[in-house]
């Protein structure tokens, strides 16, 4: 945590503030306990906070009081009140107060520390720890933020069988991700968004098996002259403020600078390139030829809609998408299991070496490799890791989880947020992306770990971003039967 930004706990009970303590101890978030609103005014900790919790009934200024007292300071930090009374009255004011949560006595630590993690979303770079804390915390056994057994639907799968697509039967699954080194799925940068793990039900559907290929996208665009985003000139109605000169067909692609550089910028490493596009993944020079099993990249959103509405599918949802990659496993790291390399095979296509300077082909590729060069999952499914991100149908929003896990036991096909929010850009419309790329790698993206979560602008696509697409099962209809003739 960020020097002199902890979480202060106002707490008069020595026993209750000794749990919330060690609850916050073993997410690794820092507390300090004062026995009294009117000590805490006079600390300069007061000030300092990042956010507070507070019991409502305390000597002397309740906690409602010293909430509006810190107001009055000009100290705005979210509360988060607990009561040993679950009284309506006290709920109702806490409720006026815009608490960031409000919990009875003896408090249920799960739901703590959801409304901490909410809470503390607008402000998630003040901490190391991420947005997810409150994954990590080891709190009764019938606490909900570990990994629990996948549950498939039972339902026969359907008669007919949409040609290149795969059926996942659905099911209840714990989705999500495991983060800073606790249970299963952590690697430096893998996310700090995926947590805290829920439970999710999903219906039945159909996959495809593969990414969409260059060679099925081009079915779609001689059938229909589509042209992609990339492939059309900006106009000076959309961006009214760039130059003339900037406004030129093109998509941005992965160009690896020539000598180390540091990892927190990632312009570094992106080049706008004028004539890229799905015909020509790194520039007007270098076109698909032969490659016709490779996946379609340079899509943005609008042109992964597009293919889909003309092939009669859809593009999946972030749980369909995470349950389809599991395979039929519970909690595993990756779309295989446990192991990123099962007996040194290779499973899926990502960046060996240093990155991003070179790619060292250690698993036969530098950049994409073909569709089904890899194993597939449990469910006969290639390359839901590593190779391409995937577009999902869902907006992204960081604290979306954290949501689901307040207002849902089980959340039953979660369609995503009803607007998007990236606290990192909040002025950018953005959707989920999924499974990571050929240029993830453990040191600094791995976002191949199954739950891990991605995300991008809409009508931004790159030379590692492409999708596939599912389709509902239709209900089957009782047959007609037809008396004989008159």
Same mark, same amino acid.
């Given at each position: 945590?960020?020097?002199?930004?902890?979480?202060?706990?106002?707490?008069?009970?020595?026993?209750?503030?000794?749990?919330?303590?060690?609850?916050?101890?073993?997410?690794?978030?820092?507390?300090?306990?004062?026995?009294?609103?009117?000590?805490?005014?006079?600390?300069?900790?007061?000030?300092?906070?990042?956010?507070?919790?507070?019991?409502?009934?305390?000597?002397?200024?309740?906690?409602?009081?010293?909430?509006?007292?810190?107001?009055?300071?000009?100290?705005?930090?979210?509360?988060?009140?607990?009561?040993?009374?679950?009284?309506?009255?006290?709920?109702?004011?806490?409720?006026?107060?815009?608490?960031?949560?409000?919990?009875?006595?003896?408090?249920?630590?799960?739901?703590?520390?959801?409304?901490?993690?909410?809470?503390?979303?607008?402000?998630?770079?003040?901490?190391?720890?991420?947005?997810?804390?409150?994954?990590?915390?080891?709190?009764?056994?019938?606490?909900?933020?570990?990994?629990?057994?996948?549950?498939?639907?039972?339902?026969?799968?359907?008669?007919?069988?949409?040609?290149?697509?795969?059926?996942?039967?659905?099911?209840?699954?714990?989705?999500?991700?495991?983060?800073?080194?606790?249970?299963?799925?952590?690697?430096?940068?893998?996310?700090?968004?995926?947590?805290?793990?829920?439970?999710?039900?999903?219906?039945?559907?159909?996959?495809?098996?593969?990414?969409?290929?260059?060679?099925?996208?081009?079915?779609?665009?001689?059938?229909?002259?589509?042209?992609?985003? +990339?492939?059309?000139? #900006?106009? *000076?109605?959309?961006? $009214?403020?760039?130059?003339?000169?900037?406004?030129? @067909? &093109?998509? !941005?692609?992965?160009?690896?600078?020539?000598?180390?550089?540091?990892?927190?910028?990632?312009?570094?490493?992106?080049?706008?390139?004028?004539?890229?596009?799905?015909?020509?993944?790194?520039?007007?020079?270098?076109?698909?030829?032969?490659?016709?099993?490779?996946?379609?990249?340079?899509?943005?959103?609008?042109?992964?809609?597009?293919?889909?509405?003309?092939?009669?599918?859809?593009?999946?949802?972030?749980?369909?998408?995470?349950?389809?990659?599991?395979?039929?496993?519970?909690?595993?790291?990756?779309?295989?299991?446990?192991?990123?390399?099962?007996?040194?095979?290779?499973?899926?296509?990502?960046?060996?070496?240093?990155?991003?300077?070179?790619?060292?082909?250690?698993?036969?590729? +530098?950049?994409?490799? #073909?569709? *089904?060069?890899?194993? $597939?999952?449990?469910?006969?499914?290639?390359?839901? @890791? &590593?190779? !391409?991100?995937?577009?999902?149908?869902?907006?992204?929003?960081?604290?979306?989880?954290?949501?689901?896990?307040?207002?849902?036991?089980?959340?039953?096909?979660?369609?995503?947020?009803?607007?998007?929010?990236?606290?990192?850009?909040?002025?950018?419309?953005?959707?989920?992306?999924?499974?990571?790329?050929?240029?993830?790698?453990?040191?600094?993206?791995?976002?191949?770990?199954?739950?891990?979560?991605?995300?991008?602008?809409?009508?931004?696509?790159?030379?590692?971003?492409?999708?596939?697409?599912?389709?509902?099962?239709?209900?089957?209809?009782?047959?007609?039967?037809?008396?004989?003739?008159?």
């Amino acid at each position: 945590m960020h020097e002199g930004k902890e979480i202060i706990v106002v707490e008069d009970d020595a026993s209750m503030s000794q749990a919330i303590e060690r609850l916050l101890k073993a997410v690794g978030l820092h507390s300090r306990t004062f026995t009294s609103g009117e000590a805490l005014l006079e600390s300069p900790m007061a000030h300092q906070a990042a956010c507070f919790i507070f019991d409502v009934r305390l000597p002397g200024l309740s906690g409602f009081e010293l909430r509006a007292r810190l107001r009055d300071l000009g100290i705005n930090r979210p509360v988060i009140f607990i009561t040993a009374y679950d009284q309506a009255s006290a709920r109702d004011e806490a409720t006026q107060t815009t608490a960031a949560g409000f919990f009875p006595k003896p408090f249920d630590g799960r739901s703590l520390l959801v409304a901490i993690t909410q809470a503390l979303g607008a402000l998630l770079l003040i901490f190391s720890t991420p947005l997810a804390i409150a994954q990590n915390a080891p709190l009764a056994k019938d606490d909900a933020f570990d990994f629990k057994a996948t549950v498939p639907n039972t339902s026969p799968k359907p008669k007919s069988n949409p040609p290149g697509m795969v059926w996942i039967p659905g099911g209840e699954f714990s989705m999500g991700a495991a983060v800073n080194g606790h249970g299963s799925g952590e690697k430096p940068m893998a996310s700090n968004d995926a947590a805290p793990i829920h439970r999710v039900r999903v219906d039945g559907f159909w996959m495809d098996e593969t990414s969409v290929t260059n060679e099925q996208f081009g079915k779609f665009v001689k059938a229909t002259g589509y042209k992609t985003i +990339a492939e059309r000139t #900006p106009t *000076k109605e959309e961006f $009214p403020t760039a130059p003339v000169e900037n406004l030129v @067909a &093109g998509s !941005v692609v992965f160009s690896p600078p020539e000598h180390e550089v540091p990892l927190n910028n990632h312009f570094q490493w992106w080049t706008y390139v004028k004539g890229a596009n799905w015909r020509h993944p790194l520039g007007p020079d270098i076109d698909i030829k032969g490659k016709e099993k490779h996946p379609v990249v340079h899509i943005a959103y609008a042109d992964a809609e597009a293919y889909a509405k003309w092939a009669e599918k859809r593009l999946p949802t972030e749980a369909e998408f995470e349950f389809a990659e599991r395979g039929g496993l519970s909690g595993k790291t990756y779309a295989w299991g446990d192991e990123f390399r099962p007996k040194g095979k290779w499973m899926a296509n990502t960046w060996q070496g240093k990155f991003p300077v070179r790619d060292a082909e250690e698993d036969g590729f +530098a950049g994409l490799a #073909p569709v *089904k060069s890899f194993p $597939p999952n449990g469910y006969g499914l290639y390359d839901m @890791a &590593g190779n !391409v991100w995937q577009w999902c149908s869902d907006w992204y929003r960081a604290d979306y989880y954290s949501q689901l896990a307040i207002d849902y036991h089980i959340a039953i096909n979660p369609p995503g947020p009803e607007d998007p929010f990236d606290p990192a850009e909040p002025n950018e419309k953005k959707r989920v992306h999924r499974g990571g790329s050929f240029l993830c790698n453990e040191h600094y993206c791995s976002r191949y770990i199954v739950g891990t979560r991605g995300k991008g602008e809409v009508s931004t696509g790159t030379n590692h971003l492409g999708f596939r697409c599912v389709k509902s099962v239709e209900p089957e209809r009782a047959p007609i039967l037809r008396g004989p003739k008159p």
